[in-house]
T-cell receptor, first 114, second 114 residues
Framework: KQEVTQIPAALSVPEGENLVLNCSFTDSAIYNLQWFRQDPGKGLTSLLL?????REQTSGRLNASLDKSSGRSTLYIAASQPGDSATYLCAVRMPGGGADGLTFGKGTHLIIQP | DTAVSQTPKYLVTQMGNDKSIKCEQN?????MYWYKQDSKKFLKIMFS???????INETVPNRFSPKSPDKAHLNLHINSLELGDSAVYFC?????????????FGPGTRLTVT
């Protein structure tokens, strides 16, 4: 059974710092991996989707890497801003067709101090 | 131009009641999902529907029944509500059942059972 773990559970850093969020998964046979952002009282916003054949994806100040063989992904946030404060969720999708849902980690609660 | 919408946003009800949560997507997607986020913030798949057919049904009580009047809607009906049903319920949709398709999430419905 796939399990997704995110470290750290919470992180607080001063504005302007670069930071890394970690995600690990037990079954490396994933189809893709997605990073989401969850704001209080709001839904999940997809940030980056990495297919299993890819090593990384970039969007603005965000860079996500994937090391499928070791079961790890990182989300790098450059020049953090207070508006980046949110919970960041990592989720993996397994192959095999059908309509399997995403398997989520518990998230990293990020606070960027002004 | 909301992509995935849910109503209501908040729902407070007493044990034993029956309630429904509605979900609508205007993306033209064929597959819709319901996820539950419990008090520990763990997001888990409950159901998915493809072209109005139930594809998977994770081990949820049969008090929960998804109902899809058409492919743009997937409502969640809950009978005989229990305290443990208190959670945030998220609806999501994707173009199809392929693992390659991103899932788009609604804003969530916070259900509180007293």
């Amino acid at each position: 059974k796939q399990e997704v773990t995110q470290i750290p559970a919470a992180l607080s850093v001063p504005e302007g710092e670069n930071l890394v969020l970690n995600c690990s998964f037990t079954d490396s046979a994933i189809y893709n991996l997605q990073w989401f952002r969850q704001d209080p009282g709001k839904g999940l916003t997809s940030l980056l989707l990495i297919q299993s054949s890819q090593r990384e994806q970039t969007s603005g100040r965000l860079n996500a890497s994937l090391d499928k063989s070791s079961g790890r992904s990182t989300l790098y946030i450059a020049a953090s801003q207070p508006g980046d404060s949110a919970t960041y969720l990592c989720a993996v999708r397994m192959p095999g067709g059908g309509a399997d849902g995403l398997t989520f980690g518990k998230g990293t609660h990020l606070i960027i101090q002004p | 131009d909301t992509a995935v919408s849910q109503t209501p946003k908040y729902l407070v009800t007493q044990m034993g009641n029956d309630k429904s949560i509605k979900c609508e997507q205007n993306l033209g997607h064929d597959t819709m999902y319901w996820y539950k986020q419990d008090s520990k913030k763990f997001l888990k798949i409950m159901f998915s529907y493809n072209n109005k057919e139930l594809i998977i049904n994770e081990t949820v009580p049969n008090r929960f029944s998804p109902k899809s009047p058409d492919k743009a809607h997937l409502n969640l009906h809950i009978n005989s509500l229990e305290l443990g049903d208190s959670a945030v319920y998220f609806c999501a949709s994707s173009r199809g059942t392929s693992a390659a398709y991103e899932q788009y999430f609604g804003p969530g419905t916070r259900l509180t059972v007293t």
